[in-house]
């Protein structure tokens, strides 16, 4: 649900962004495709390995931006590229039409914008365009984007394995609605959140988005894993940034739900740079490597 204004700071945090990210920011590539009337655009970010090794296919990874952001500033804020190079994956970064992703607020969540059929396609397109191994295909977002994962973990399980939002709990017209589109297969679910998040409240919104335990539950249940044994562990790796992480996790044979929990956390990606243009988005904890996290969870997750 983050919305940036265009405003002179903001302008400010995307060239040091730029600045900062060096190789892996003149290395994406802007494409387009073709979804009925709409022009849908994605930057692609392959990993400095891809070239050398032209018989191997590469996981994928969709990191879709928030509300009000655009596919660079997503990419500029995650850099998730410097994550791909070092652990040899594609990295792909959609573009929502308005600056905006269909999970059912403030818009039809069947006749609205046809986000899901665009990432549909964009799947098609990448798996012909680039050496993808399609049991290995993961989404990621923030906030708007995040929201989104959870209704591509509804209707897409048989295309991707797992996926992490950060900063968005479930939907509730993902819940109410809860139509996949193809069979229904487990998948991976890590839910990231803070609890000093005030754009979208850990507590969650009646009839709007469930609470961050009431999300794991709820995929812990569909799922499967309703009364599986569950680990927790804490980390706080610097004392002096007020926060600490919690992590608690439901495995099962193939499949894992995992709440990650920032405690003091604002509704921001952990280990980013700490930008604030002036909106109430709280803390970045120095706890953990978001990007690290995520992809631990996703390399043990096949489709």
């Not at 952990?270 to 909106?279: I, R, T, Y």
């Amino acid at each position: 649900m983050i919305r940036l204004p265009i405003h002179p700071a903001r302008i400010v945090l995307i060239v040091c962004l730029l600045l900062a990210a060096g190789r892996a920011t003149a290395h994406a590539q802007r494409s387009s495709l073709t979804l009925g009337a709409e022009k849908r655009r994605y930057i692609v970010y392959v990993p400095k390995s891809y070239a050398a090794n032209p018989q191997r296919e590469y996981a994928l990874v969709l990191n879709f931006h928030g509300g009000g952001m655009t596919m660079a500033e997503q990419m500029l804020y995650t850099q998730m590229n410097h994550t791909a190079d070092r652990h040899d994956f594609i990295v792909v970064y959609p573009q929502g039409i308005g600056q905006d992703w269909n999970v059912g607020f403030d818009t039809s969540y069947q006749e609205g914008t046809d986000d899901v059929g665009f990432t549909d396609a964009l799947l098609d397109r990448l798996k012909k365009d680039y050496r993808v191994d399609v049991r290995r295909v993961y989404a990621t977002g923030l906030s708007r984007g995040g929201f989104f994962c959870h209704r591509l973990a509804a209707e897409m399980s048989h295309r991707f394995a797992a996926i992490a939002a950060v900063g968005a709990t479930l939907p509730n017209p993902v819940e109410a609605q809860n139509t996949p589109r193809g069979a229904r297969f487990p998948i991976g679910v890590m839910l990231v959140h803070g609890t000093a998040d005030l754009v979208v409240t850990y507590g969650g919104k009646e009839g709007s988005y469930f609470s961050g335990t009431g999300s794991y539950s709820y995929w812990k249940n569909r799922n499967g894993l309703t009364g599986t044994s569950e680990t927790t562990r804490r980390i706080d790796r610097d004392t002096g940034d007020s926060t600490a992480v919690t992590v608690l996790e439901a495995t099962g044979s193939t499949h894992a739900v995992t709440l990650v929990t920032i405690h003091d956390g604002g509704h921001t990606w952990a280990g980013a740079d700490p930008f604030n243009v002036g909106l109430p988005i709280g803390l970045t904890s120095r706890d953990v490597d978001l990007n690290e996290v995520i992809w631990r969870f996703f390399v043990e997750h096949r489709r």
